[in-house]
């Protein structure tokens, strides 16, 4: 996500002609996307994205059963 911030921010500056992006290459000013589409492609050809969103429902599940069991007055994680 930061690739595309970066490369939004200097699409702009370069149409915008600001220094010192006004003189660079195009192909410079467009890198962080192709840069980005690449991040992209690795991370759904290996598993990364989806091993993270499970990482994040994991997560929140034990939150949410930690907090039931607080609310009925268990210790949470405890485990016989």
């Known amino acids: 996500m930061?690739?595309?911030g970066l490369?939004?921010?200097l699409l702009l500056m370069k149409y915008l002609?600001?220094?010192p992006v006004a003189t660079w290459s195009w192909w410079v000013v467009l890198a962080p996307f192709a840069a980005a589409a690449a991040w992209?492609?690795?991370a759904d050809a290996?598993?990364?994205t989806k091993r993270r969103a499970m990482e994040k429902m994991e997560l929140k599940k034990k939150q949410r059963i930690d907090k039931q069991r607080?609310?009925?007055g268990l210790k949470p994680g405890k485990r016989r």
Request: net charge negative; no cysteine.
């Open 2 to 4: 930061y690739l595309l």
């Open 7 to 9: 490369g939004l921010v």
């Open 17 to 19: 002609e600001v220094d």
């Open 40 to 42: 992209w492609a690795w």
């Open 46 to 48: 290996t598993g990364y």
């Open 70 to 72: 607080e609310s009925l």
